[in-house]
């Protein structure tokens, strides 16, 4: 296997075909490092949101109080089984199915507060979010499973 890999990057890297010096000019391009670190930046936010969520359901799930747990297993089982791509378009389009958001008395008209969604959800406000609600699902059964892999005491 090591021969065959070997000799596959080989041919990789000395394939004129790739125009590697293009490559290297488009990957210096400066719309190019913007999106890199763009990328990197919403890896790193979406990641601790994640994790800080997921170990909050993990938590709850383990609880013995039978709302927490429930919430915490609903919340896995939903965002833990939609495809991230659903997700990061439902968290897109959170203005076009809720273009205002309120916070009212139920039952009455009554209302406290109320914002234009679309000045809330920013492109990237909605794909940190998307994420971190996916990575957070995932999380949450990690720490589970490490908790409950260890003896009581």
């Keep these: 296997m090591l021969i065959v890999a070997s000799n596959f990057l080989c041919l990789v890297a000395t394939n004129r075909n790739f125009e590697w010096k293009v490559v290297l000019q488009w990957f210096i391009k400066a719309s190019v490092l913007k999106g890199l670190e763009i990328t ?6 979406s990641m601790i949101l994640g994790t800080l969520l997921g170990l909050l359901m993990a938590v709850w799930r383990l609880s013995e109080n039978q709302l927490l747990s429930g919430i915490a297993s609903f919340y896995v089982w939903l965002f ?9 378009i439902f968290s897109y389009n959170l203005s076009t199915l809720f273009p ?3 916070l009212t008395l139920p039952w009455t008209s009554l209302t406290w507060a109320s914002c234009n969604t679309n000045d ?5 406000t909605a794909a940190i979010a998307g994420l971190a609600l996916n990575e957070a699902a ?3 059964e990690i720490i589970r499973a490490g908790l409950l892999s260890v003896d009581n005491g």
Excluded: D, E
């Design 100 to 102: 205002t958001l309120s």
């Design 138 to 140: 995932y999380m949450a």
């Design 80 to 88: 833990g089984g939609m495809p991230l791509l659903v997700q990061l």
């Design 120 to 124: 809330l959800s920013t492109p990237l």
């Design 40 to 45: 990197l930046g919403l890896t790193l936010v």
